[in-house]
């Protein structure tokens, strides 16, 4: 199965939690990885798009509305897709969520979201850097998708 992630970055922590659920991915997956500024329009081969970036002012950053601007409705239709951000450990109700508002551009392109936004954590500050354990987490939230996504074998 492929599958693509692509991210955007402003101090390097959303590049470094791609690539971290990428090889969570890599057991199972072929995985690519790419900055969002490269990723329009998706290759139609991929099974699975993960899609972040980090939570700027309260939404999505500049380069990832650009993104999702080029979804239409239903251009998607039936592709496997996840969402994550990087965020200010605090209430989401405060901090906002980049992933969230991701996932409901995915889901209005058709897109079948495999599990819920996921959030990774920096520590509070203009540039981070990120939480400790929050990459280790990031490889087991890449693993656990992979295997959400990867069919069963079926008995005959």
Same mark, same amino acid.
């Given at each position: @199965?492929?599958?693509?992630? *692509?991210?955007?970055?402003?101090?390097?922590?959303?590049?470094?939690?791609?690539?971290?659920?990428?090889?969570?991915?890599?057991?199972? $997956?072929?995985?690519?990885?790419? !900055?969002?500024?490269?990723?329009?329009?998706?290759?139609?081969?991929?099974?699975?798009?993960?899609?972040?970036? !980090?939570?700027?002012?309260?939404? @999505?950053?500049?380069? @990832?509305?650009?993104?999702?601007?080029?979804?239409?409705?239903?251009?998607?239709?039936?592709?496997?897709?996840?969402?994550?951000?990087?965020?200010?450990?605090? !209430?989401?109700?405060?901090?906002?969520?980049?992933?969230? *508002?991701?996932?409901?551009?995915?889901?209005?392109?058709? $897109?079948? @979201?495999?599990?819920? !936004?996921?959030?990774?954590?920096?520590?509070?500050?203009?540039?981070?850097?990120?939480?400790?354990?929050?990459?280790?987490?990031?490889?087991?939230?890449?693993?656990?998708?992979?295997?959400?996504?990867?069919?069963?074998?079926?008995?005959?």
């Amino acid at each position: @199965m492929k599958a693509l992630v *692509v991210y955007d970055t402003l101090h390097g922590n959303t590049r470094a939690i791609a690539h971290a659920i990428s090889e969570g991915l890599a057991a199972t $997956c072929e995985v690519q990885v790419m !900055p969002a500024a490269e990723a329009a329009p998706f290759p139609a081969d991929s099974a699975l798009l993960v899609i972040g970036g !980090p939570t700027h002012g309260r939404g @999505m950053s500049p380069a @990832m509305k650009v993104l999702m601007g080029t979804l239409g409705r239903g251009t998607l239709t039936g592709v496997a897709a996840a969402t994550f951000d990087t965020r200010f450990k605090m !209430p989401q109700w405060l901090a906002g969520s980049a992933a969230d *508002v991701i996932a409901t551009r995915l889901a209005a392109a058709g $897109c079948v @979201m495999v599990t819920p !936004p996921e959030s990774f954590f920096v520590k509070f500050g203009e540039k981070g850097p990120l939480l400790a354990g929050e990459e280790q987490r990031a490889r087991a939230w890449g693993a656990t998708l992979a295997a959400a996504t990867t069919p069963a074998p079926v008995a005959v």
